[in-house]
């Protein structure tokens, strides 16, 4: 393993969980449509890894969406509006990560091996937890158990801000920040750790930005398939991130690259 390195922050859906982030967006189209206003997936996914509450709310200001919601419901959405959208979400959220709980491959093994080095294990959503409630028994039972678990309003802001990933290593009682990694699919994740100063691993294959099932993925066409995953590095390089790899598998060849001494 790597010296020097304290500990490691991962993201859930995308990243550890849930190959192409499906989870958010079936709850999100599902909620929507219930509501007389249905998405389309790129914009379930545009804002991806915010709070959800938060999401909901970029959502309802996509212009397509503001003006199907005012067409719908006789005004533009008001903030009790995303509260109730919010309200209704849960229960969702659940059903949906309860079907898409399954580990992406690699990820327990590269867990175990830095718990294995001395490395602490953290990890940050923009699930709420009552949405990780099941969530966090199927990772278990698959292998995979961090460290630290916190959720979107368990700090004060959610992401881009680095309030979640400052409360990871604060419980896990890991510094300096230069000695520690985040790992996300999304931009606004990338973003959070380089708000907390941290290094920072995007996660392309498997993440949001690519959006398809391991198995949708794999029967691409081999050009069409490189080119999603290349759209996908280019998106979080831009996002800032410090190194971005496939999938959490490529994580330890990754962290060797870092210059963590």
């Known amino acids: 393993m790597i010296p020097g390195l304290k500990a490691v922050v991962f993201d859930w859906a995308g990243t550890m969980i849930d190959f192409g982030s499906r989870a958010p967006v079936v709850a999100l189209c599902k909620l929507f449509e219930a509501h007389g206003v249905p998405l389309e997936e790129a914009e379930a996914r545009a804002d991806m890894g915010l709070a959800k509450r938060d999401h ?3 959502i309802l200001r996509g212009p397509r969406v503001a003006a199907g919601w005012t067409a719908r419901h006789g005004g533009a959405a008001d903030e009790a509006a995303i509260d109730r959208l919010f309200g209704a979400i849960g229960p969702m959220m659940r ?13 327990a093994d590269v867990a175990h091996a830095l718990r294995a080095g001395g490395v602490k294990i953290g990890s940050c959503t923009g699930y709420t937890r ?25 700090t004060a802001q959610g992401r881009p801000s680095p309030l979640m990933l400052w409360e990871n290593l604060i ?17 606004v994740g990338i973003a959070e750790g380089r708000n907390a100063g941290v290094w920072t691993v995007g996660v392309a294959a498997s993440g ?30 831009e996002a800032g991130a410090h190194l971005v790899i496939d999938t ?12 963590i001494s």
């Open 171 to 187: 419980q896990l009682e890991a510094w300096p920040v230069g000695a520690c990694v985040k790992v996300d699919d999304a931009a």
């Open 208 to 237: 949001n930005c690519v959006g398809l099932s391991a198995q949708a993925l794999a029967a691409l066409p081999e050009g069409e398939r490189q080119a999603r995953i290349a759209a996908a590095r280019k998106a979080l390089e």
């Open 56 to 58: 909901i709310a970029a």
């Open 95 to 107: 059903e949906a990560a309860n079907e898409c709980a399954t580990l992406i491959p690699g990820a």
């Open 248 to 259: 959490v598998a490529d994580l330890p060849e990754a962290l060797a690259r870092l210059p």
């Open 130 to 154: 009552a949405m990780m409630a099941d969530i966090l028994p199927a990772a278990a039972a698959q292998g995979y158990s961090p460290d630290v678990l916190v959720c979107a309003g368990d």
